[in-house]
């Protein structure tokens, strides 16, 4: 069974902090995915990764990058955190499959 | 701009009834998707059907696709308290890179 592992399901950060959200999956996916959710608008996609060092820009990438070294892991960061990145993050994984997403990360930015 | 949007926001039924929830999308799709959301967890996926297929079956679930309308319904026959969810569908693009693209989705609650 695949497992996506998002390594905090809480996080409370300050404004102007850096903040890293880290994302490991073990099925050797290609494909790595960051969503952010928020109440009435679904899932946003943040940026996407096909492979090890490559990244593509999802539909809100502005303020934050993201991070591929390796196939496993794939880390969201947010440069300066801001009181409207206050949300739940999902990080998902697939190959030729349906996505299988991590549990969510709940961050805070006070 | 979102791709999916299901109809209603949220259902409210008694265990035994059937839920149904819909999704309409805007641009041409290859597949869409549908996937459940228990509260503060990760979303799971449910049922995928294919721009070429009608209607799709998976146990107690039954999803209808009509690109004609660029619209999807997810049917949960004689449901349980356990079916209580957000329900999400996710459309594939036809062209360019698969990404998913997610609705609001729908709160489903099913009462005792």
């Known amino acids: 069974d695949v497992k996506v592992t998002q390594s905090s399901r809480y996080l409370v950060k300050r404004t102007g902090e850096k903040v890293f959200l880290e994302c490991v999956q073990d099925?050797?996916?290609?494909?790595m995915f960051w969503y952010r959710q928020d109440p009435g608008l679904g899932l946003r996609l943040i940026y996407f990764?096909?492979?090890?060092?490559?990244?593509e820009k999802g539909d809100i990438p502005e303020g934050y990058s993201v991070s591929r070294e390796k196939k496993e892991r794939f880390s969201l960061i947010l440069e300066s955190a801001s009181t409207n990145q206050t949300s739940m993050y999902l990080c998902a994984s697939r190959d030729n499959s349906p996505l299988h997403f991590g549990n969510g990360t709940r961050l805070t930015v006070t | 701009s979102q791709q999916g949007e299901e109809d209603p926001q949220a259902l409210s039924i008694q265990e035994g009834e059937n839920a149904t929830m819909n999704c309409s999308y805007k641009?041409?799709?290859?597949?869409l998707q549908w996937y459940r959301q228990n509260s503060g967890r990760g979303l799971v996926h449910l049922i995928l059907?294919?721009?070429?297929?009608r209607e799709k079956h998976s146990g107690r679930l039954r999803v209808t696709l009509d690109t004609s309308k660029k619209s999807s319904s997810l049917l949960i026959t004689a449901s349980r308290a356990a079916d209580t969810a957000s329900y999400f569908c996710a459309t594939g693009r036809s062209g360019g890179y698969n990404k998913l693209i997610f609705g609001a989705g729908t709160r489903l609650a099913v009462h005792p």
């Open positions: 641009t041409s799709i290859n597949n």
């Open positions: 059907i294919r721009s070429n297929e």
């Open positions: 990764s096909y492979d090890v060092k490559m990244k």
């Open positions: 099925m050797d996916h290609e494909n």
